[in-house]
C-alpha cells in the first residue's frame, strides 16, 4: 500500500481548487448561437426533405439515443403500438450519434453498459466497446423493435400543448410538423448540448475549428474506425480541454498531426484502461438466461454502501475505488463504526488511488516537466475519471506539446491561434473539448417548453428546479414521462440501467392506462411533493463535492443551483431500484392518478 502525507495532500488539492474558481461559474461558458450556431450542424448525415406530418400516435418520444429507443422498445414489448421518435440527428444513438470522435469510447463496462444485448442477442466485442460499435448496436434496438419507420429524423420539438378536451398532447416541430399523441416521453439525455470556452476573441479566429461532438472528418480525414487522419501531416492544431473526451481522442491526434498543441486548465485523472476483446468462448459461460440483470445488479451492489456481493463481476475502475473503501471498513476497530469513520477512510482509499494514478504519470511520461504538469491534484470521484493506456504516452512524441495554462485556461484566442502565458502559438485548427451543459435549466436545455394542464408551462413549474415523482412524472403534465437519471437512482457510473429501469416504469403504466380505459395519467401533487421531500443529496457526496476542483460535478465549484443533478433516492441506487421494482409489480401505482 502507498504511503500519503494526508496533511500535505489536503492542502495541495485545496490550493489547486482555490486557484480554478470563479466567480462567473457556468456563464463562464458560450451557447452556439449567432455566428457559432452553424458549427452545430450534423456532419454525418445530409437531411432529406419531407412534408410536415399532421395525424395522430399513441407515444411521442422526444430523443433517439438510449432513454428514447429503450422507452420504444419496452414499450413495443408491452404492445403498445404507434410509437413515433422525434430526434434532432440524422439518425439514432443521441451521444454515440454525434460523438464520433476518433479513439471514442464507453469506460463503462459493454456488459453493464451496452442496454438489451439479451433481448438482441449481441455479443460485445470488447470489454470497453469503442463508439461505432454501440452507434450500430443503437440501429440493432431501433431496428428490432420496430422504431424505424415512423420517426422523424432531424427534427427538433418546439413546442408542446396539452388538450384536456381530446387528453392528448400537440407536438410541435423545426419541420413545421403538427401532430398529436396520447403519451409523450421526454428522453433528451443528460449531455446533449454542447458548449464553447468563453475565452477571448474566440470569434477572431482565422482557421478551422469545430467541436468534437461535430467531428469534421472531411478536414481531418479518416473516420470513426479508426483510420489514419491522413490530412492532418502538415497541420498545426490545438485541442482546448482535457477531459474525458481528449483523453481519448488526443492519442489519435497525436500520431497524425505535424505539431499538436493541447491546451489543458485541469488534467484528468487517468487510470489503467485494460481494454480486452470477448471472446464467445467466455461469453457462453457467462451468459445463462438473465444474466444482463444480474450482471446490472452485481454492479450497483458493488459500488453500494449497503450490501456487498462476494463476486465483482464487472471489476474495473469504478469498483476499485469502492472496494478500497470496503476494505477500509472491513478493518477491525475498537469502537462503532461512526461517519467521521466513512469519511476518513473514503479519503485515504481515494488518496491512496490518486497517489498511484499520480506516479504512472512519473512512469510513462519521459519529460519531467510535462509529467508534473500531467498530474491530478484533487480527490478521483471530483471529476469524472478517466482510464486509458496511450492517451500519457501521446506525450512522448516530438510533435505533441502540453500547453499547460496552471489553471488559469487559455488567455485568449487570436485570428493566428492562440495565447498562453502570454506566448502564441499559431495554428492551422482548434478542436473544442469544451464539454456540454451540465446544471443549466433543463427546459433549456430540451430546447422546447411545454403548456400542460390549466395552461401551466413546464419552465414556470421548474423555475426553482425539476419536480417530479421517481424523476419520471411531473404534477401539470398529465400522460408525459420524463426518462433521465435524476430524482430516482441517479446512478452516474452506469447511464443506462436508469434508462432502461425508467423503461420499463412507462411501458408498466401506459399498459395500465390503455389496459383500464384511461385517457389520462397524472402523479398528483401530494406524492411528487413527499417524493421531492426525500430527494436529499447525500452528506458525503455533498461535503465531498465542495472541496472539489471545479467542473460539471459541482456546478464549477458554487453552491448546487437549482437545476443540479443531485437529487437521488435518500437509501442510495441499490434500494431505488429494489423499491420501483415493487412499485411496478404491485400494479397500484401509487401516487398517480388514472382517469379521463
Ligand atoms: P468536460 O466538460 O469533461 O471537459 C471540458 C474540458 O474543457 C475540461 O478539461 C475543461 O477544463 C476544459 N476547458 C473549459 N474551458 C476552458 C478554457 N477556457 N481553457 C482551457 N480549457 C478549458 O467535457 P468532455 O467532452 O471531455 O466530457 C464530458 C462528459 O462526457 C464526461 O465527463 C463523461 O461523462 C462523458 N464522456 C464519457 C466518455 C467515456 O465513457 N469514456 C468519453 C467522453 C465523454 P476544467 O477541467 O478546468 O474545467
Redesign the pocket.
Known amino acids: 500500500m502507498t504511503e500519503v502525507d494526508t496533511g500535505a495532500l489536503r492542502e495541495r488539492y485545496a490550493a489547486e481548487r482555490d486557484k ?1 474558481l470563479r466567480p462567473d461559474g457556468n456563464d ?2 458560450l451557447e452556439f448561437k449567432g455566428r457559432f450556431e452553424p458549427m452545430l450542424a450534423d456532419p454525418y448525415t445530409p437531411r432529406a426533405e419531407r412534408a410536415p406530418v399532421r395525424d395522430h400516435v399513441t407515444v411521442a418520444i422526444i430523443g433517439g439515443g438510449f432513454a428514447g429507443l429503450l422507452t420504444g422498445a419496452r414499450l413495443r414489448e408491452a404492445g403498445v403500438g404507434e410509437v413515433r421518435i422525434v430526434e434532432k440527428g440524422g439518425g439514432f444513438g443521441g451521444t454515440w450519434y454525434w ?1 464520433r470522435y476518433p479513439g ?5 463496462a459493454a456488459m453493464i453498459y451496452m442496454p438489451l444485448l439479451e433481448e438482441t442477442g449481441h455479443m460485445p466485442t470488447e470489454k470497453y466497446a469503442h463508439a461505432p460499435e454501440i452507434l450500430e448496436h443503437c440501429e440493432r434496438i431501433a431496428k428490432q423493435f420496430g422504431l424505424r419507420d415512423d420517426a422523424l429524423l432531424h427534427t427538433q420539438v418546439t413546442g408542446l400543448e396539452w388538450d384536456e378536451a381530446a387528453s392528448r398532447w400537440l407536438v410541435r416541430t423545426n419541420r413545421e410538423d403538427a401532430f398529436t399523441a396520447q403519451f409523450v416521453v421526454i428522453g433528451t439525455g443528460p ?1 446533449h448540448v454542447p458548449k464553447l ?3 477571448p476573441g474566440i470569434e477572431t479566429f482565422g482557421g478551422h475549428c469545430f467541436h ?1 461532438s461535430r467531428w469534421d472528418y472531411g478536414y481531418t480525414g479518416g473516420d470513426p474506425a479508426g483510420a489514419p487522419m491522413d490530412r492532418l501531416a502538415d497541420q498545426r492544431v490545438a485541442i ?7 483523453v ?1 481522442c488526443v492519442p489519435h491526434l497525436a500520431g497524425a498531426c505535424g505539431a499538436l498543441y493541447v ?4 488534467p ?1 485523472s487517468v487510470d489503467v484502461r485494460g481494454n480486452e476483446p470477448i471472446s464467445p468462448s467466455w461469453f457462453a459461460s457467462v451468459t445463462s438466461p438473465g444474466w444482463q440483470a444480474r450482471w446490472l445488479d452485481n454492479f450497483v451492489a458493488t459500488m453500494s454502501a449497503e450490501e456487498w456481493p462476494a463476486d465483482d463481476l464487472v471489476n474495473d475502475g469504478w469498483t476499485d475505488l469502492a472496494k478500497r473503501i470496503r476494505r477500509r471498513l472491513a478493518a477491525p476497530r475498537s469502537a462503532p463504526l461512526t461517519f467521521e469513520d466513512l469519511l476518513a477512510d473514503f479519503e485515504l482509499a481515494d488518496f491512496e488511488k490518486m497517489s498511484e494514478i499520480r506516479a504512472r504519470v512519473d512512469a510513462v511520461v519521459h519529460d519531467e516537466v510535462t509529467a508534473h504538469g500531467l498530474k491530478a491534484w484533487y480527490r478521483q470521484l471530483c ?2 475519471p ?1 482510464f486509458h493506456d496511450a492517451y500519457l504516452d501521446a506525450y512522448n512524441l516530438p510533435s505533441v506539446h502540453l500547453i499547460d ?1 496552471d ?1 488559469r ?2 488567455q485568449r484566442i487570436t485570428q493566428a491561434g492562440l495565447v498562453v502565458n502570454d506566448v502564441e502559438y499559431q495554428v492551422d485548427c482548434i478542436i473544442y ?4 451543459e451540465v446544471g443549466t435549466d433543463p427546459v433549456r436545455r430540451y430546447g422546447f417548453d411545454a403548456t400542460g394542464r390549466d395552461g401551466l408551462q413546464l419552465s414556470a413549474a421548474w423555475a426553482d428546479g425539476m419536480r417530479t415523482m421517481h424523476g419520471v412524472h411531473a404534477h401539470g403534465f398529465p400522460n408525459v414521462f420524463v426518462v433521465q437519471l435524476a430524482q430516482g437512482a441517479n446512478f452516474l457510473p452506469n447511464v443506462p440501467h436508469n434508462l432502461t429501469d425508467a423503461a420499463k416504469t412507462v411501458a408498466a403504466v401506459v399498459r395500465h392506462a390503455i389496459d383500464g380505459g384511461h385517457r389520462q395519467v397524472e402523479v398528483t401533487l401530494q406524492a411528487q411533493d413527499d417524493w421531492m421531500l426525500r430527494q436529499v443529496p447525500s452528506p458525503l457526496f455533498s461535503s465531498f463535492l465542495a472541496d472539489c476542483t ?3 460535478y459541482n456546478n464549477e465549484g458554487h453552491e448546487p443551483g437549482p437545476h443540479a443533478l443531485l437529487g437521488s433516492y435518500a437509501d442510495g441506487a441499490a434500494a431505488y431500484f429494489r423499491y420501483i421494482s415493487q412499485w411496478r409489480e404491485s400494479g397500484s401505482f401509487d401516487g398517480l392518478t388514472f382517469g379521463g
Request: charged share 10%; net charge positive; glycine share 18%.
Open positions: 480554478r463562464q461558458y460523438n471514442a469510447q464507453c469506460d463503462t449531455l470556452p468563453g475565452i468534437t482546448i480541454g482535457t477531459g474525458a473526451t481528449a481519448q491546451c489543458q486548465r485541469t484528468s471529476k469524472r478517466c495554462t489553471g485556461g487559455v473539448a469544451s464539454g456540454f471545479p467542473g460539471y
